[in-house]
């Protein structure tokens, strides 16, 4: 075989070893939380307190739910496991017993959300330290 030859094979050699590498590879993650639908479970540590609706929705265009009281809408941003909420707009209603302190944490906990983690036990919000904020356990999507 001449020089050109080989170099010739080397090259084609090459191109398919790069091809093989780059069709072996994974495709780029699809948004994880879209789709998605969560119960709140605890927020800052504290258990939801039964029939309380504490909840969390995220669609391809922004999240939803309510924090107890109130309904809420608003975007969401992710990025791999970052995550940043809001800014929501909330209706204004009034409500008795624990509801409106569970609410406040809930929102508190949603604003101070920068990352989170989501496994077959739930989804976690986690803070700039890696804290949690809030668990919740999956629900149907509607």
């Given amino acids: 075989m001449t020089d050109t030859a080989l170099k010739s094979m080397y090259v084609l050699m090459l191109a398919g070893l790069v091809a093989l590498v780059f069709a072996a590879a994974p495709a780029p993650a699809a948004a994880q939380l879209a789709g998605s639908a ?9 258990p939801v307190p039964d029939g309380l609706p504490v909840f969390l929705r995220f ?34 209603m009034a409500c008795t017993g624990p509801a409106m302190d569970v609410e406040a944490a809930f929102f508190d906990a949603l604003q101070a ?14 803070d700039e330290d890696g804290e949690v904020l809030a668990a919740f356990a999956a629900r149907p999507y509607e």
């Fill in 38 to 46: 969560w119960t709140a479970r605890e927020v800052n540590g504290d």
């Fill in 113 to 126: 959300t920068r990352s989170y983690r989501r496994d077959a036990a739930g989804l976690e919000l986690l």
């Fill in 59 to 92: 669609a391809e265009d922004g999240a939803s739910g309510a924090g107890g009281c109130n309904r809420f809408t608003g975007g969401y941003a992710e990025s791999g496991e970052a995550l940043a909420l809001g800014p929501f707009a909330a209706t204004r």
